[in-house]
């Protein structure tokens, strides 16, 4: 594999490959140290949780890693973004893990210098994909629920704007699952679907689910006319409690990609429940990250 940039890059078999490789990791196992890469990391948006485990992931296979300061690179005085990689690949750093807030930038970067043996992983561009985010959710949701076809899967919450709802859908399309639904009001419900159907009814969608996955709101990429009052939205589509174990299987699992706003898109009560695999989803996250490092050396 020579870039990690999106779902639809994958066939089943390469998924399926790096679960069993993410797994080996999780039970213990090592694999062949790398002490002579260098994995650089550019994160133009904010992130704990991707850029932290990525790190330790490439710590863990023996990488070094170096975090770039955007605010004090050279970027800030007009050099451009491929014109940053060629100068830290002229240093000899080849593998890249890059967050933006544009689509396909990632992508781009891929295509433009691809005679100069270099690698890049998608950490997340724009509202367009997130795939090791989907790789790790696959990877929480299998370990519960191996029967992935006969389960009904809800993902709740901010569908227009998520990469990871995008990143999701292809993953379960992949993977055979069972029955998905998309839950959002009309104006966060997606204008394109790749897998699954869409509803404006929680209850509804929540009968019977065996995963349960809620969504941030994410203010910061709500324009003109997409706004909603959030305690409407509440009161319609926040996880509680009471709703889960009403609604949902008795043996449901709730998943949040993070982080949480405790009270608006999930209660407190929920996240910190036994039902929550939250935290969970951050343990394999280093794991399958490895995976993915590994997969690209």
Same mark, same amino acid.
């Given at each position: 594999?020579?870039?990690?940039?999106?779902?639809?890059?994958?066939?089943?078999?390469?998924?399926?490959?790096?679960?069993?490789?993410?797994?080996?990791?999780?039970?213990?196992?090592?694999?062949?140290?790398?002490?002579?890469?260098?994995?650089?990391?550019?994160?133009?948006?904010?992130?704990?949780?991707?850029?932290?485990?990525?790190?330790? /992931?490439?710590?863990?296979?023996? @990488?070094?890693? +170096?975090?770039?300061? #955007?605010? =004090?690179?050279? %970027?800030?005085?007009?050099?451009?973004?491929?014109?940053?990689?060629?100068?830290?690949?002229?240093?000899?750093?080849?593998?890249?893990?890059?967050?933006?807030?544009?689509?396909?930038?990632?992508?781009?970067?891929?295509?433009?210098?691809?005679?100069?043996?270099?690698?890049?992983?998608?950490?997340?561009?724009?509202?367009? /994909?997130?795939?090791?985010?989907? @790789?790790?959710? +696959?990877?929480?949701? #299998?370990? =519960?629920?191996? %029967?992935?076809?006969?389960?009904?899967?809800?993902?709740?919450?901010?569908?227009?704007?998520?990469?990871?709802?995008?990143?999701?859908?292809?993953?379960?399309?992949?993977?055979?699952?069972?029955?998905?639904?998309?839950?959002?009001?009309?104006?966060?419900?997606?204008?394109?679907?790749?897998?699954?159907?869409?509803?404006?009814?929680?209850?509804?969608?929540?009968?019977?689910?065996?995963?349960?996955?809620?969504?941030?709101?994410?203010?910061?990429?709500?324009?003109?006319?997409?706004?909603?009052?959030?305690?409407?939205?509440?009161?319609?589509?926040?996880?509680?409690?009471?709703?889960?174990?009403?609604?949902?299987?008795?043996?449901?699992?709730?998943?949040?990609?993070?982080?949480?706003?405790?009270?608006?898109?999930?209660?407190?009560?929920?996240?910190?429940?036994?039902?929550?695999?939250?935290?969970?989803?951050?343990?394999?996250?280093?794991?399958?990250?490895?995976?993915?490092?590994?997969?690209?050396?």
């Amino acid at each position: 594999m020579e870039h990690f940039l999106d779902i639809q890059q994958l066939t089943r078999t390469d998924i399926e490959r790096l679960l069993d490789r993410a797994g080996y990791f999780k039970d213990g196992g090592t694999g062949e140290g790398f002490p002579q890469h260098t994995l650089a990391q550019l994160f133009y948006e904010n992130s704990t949780r991707t850029r932290v485990s990525f790190e330790m /992931a490439a710590k863990d296979l023996g @990488m070094r890693v +170096i975090n770039i300061d #955007l605010a =004090h690179s050279s %970027e800030q005085k007009g050099e451009s973004l491929d014109d940053t990689i060629l100068n830290l690949r002229a240093m000899g750093i080849r593998y890249y893990v890059i967050r933006h807030s544009e689509e396909n930038v990632v992508h781009g970067l891929a295509e433009r210098l691809h005679s100069h043996d270099i690698h890049f992983i998608n950490a997340g561009d724009g509202k367009h /994909a997130h795939p090791s985010q989907a @790789m790790l959710d +696959i990877m929480t949701i #299998l370990t =519960h629920k191996p %029967e992935l076809s006969s389960l009904k899967i809800v993902l709740v919450g901010n569908i227009r704007h998520s990469r990871v709802a995008n990143s999701l859908q292809q993953v379960l399309a992949k993977m055979g699952c069972g029955e998905f639904i998309m839950v959002a009001p009309p104006v966060w419900q997606p204008q394109t679907i790749f897998f699954g159907k869409v509803s404006d009814s929680l209850n509804e969608s929540l009968e019977g689910a065996d995963v349960i996955i809620g969504l941030r709101v994410q203010r910061e990429r709500i324009a003109a006319g997409e706004e909603m009052d959030f305690e409407q939205y509440r009161q319609g589509y926040a996880l509680t409690n009471e709703r889960i174990q009403r609604l949902a299987k008795p043996d449901a699992i709730v998943m949040h990609p993070g982080p949480v706003n405790r009270g608006v898109e999930m209660d407190s009560e929920l996240v910190d429940s036994t039902c929550s695999k939250i935290l969970e989803q951050v343990h394999h996250g280093v794991f399958m990250r490895m995976a993915i490092l590994e997969a690209l050396t």
